[in-house]
């Protein structure tokens, strides 16, 4: 059974940062392109950020530049280093297998101004 677990996640004023950590059981999670998604109030859940089993990595507009997606074969773990984070990037922040359905928890970020 497919484990996801989000950490890390809290509230954080504008300009500061955070890192979210997503540990995965399960799953062979060295073959697999994860990613972080992130569902803002009243929005549909977008991804934000991928990164594949070959280390690649790929960002929406709206974080490139201050996300940085990473991931720890060795931990089955996956990160998401968030600097000057804005408001706007107040959501719920969940990782998955890209393309693939079943969601953990999430973790709660909530950047105030």
């Known amino acids: 059974q497919v484990q996801l677990v989000e950490s890390g996640g809290g509230l954080v004023q504008a300009g500061g940062s955070l890192r979210l950590s997503c540990a995965a059981s399960?799953?062979?999670?060295?073959?697999?392109?994860m990613g972080w998604y992130r569902r803002a109030p009243g929005k549909e859940r977008e991804l934000v950020a991928s990164?594949?089993?070959?280390?690649?990595?790929n960002y929406a507009d709206s974080v490139k530049g201050r996300f940085t997606i990473s991931r720890d074969n060795a931990k089955n773990t996956v990160y998401l280093q968030m600097s000057s984070l804005k408001p706007e990037d107040t959501a719920v922040y969940y990782c998955?297998?890209?393309?693939?359905?079943?969601w953990g928890q999430g973790t709660q970020v909530t950047v105030s101004s």
């Open positions: 998955n297998r890209v393309g693939y359905d079943g």
């Open positions: 399960g799953i062979i999670f060295n073959i697999y392109a």
């Open positions: 990164i594949t089993a070959g280390d690649r990595t």
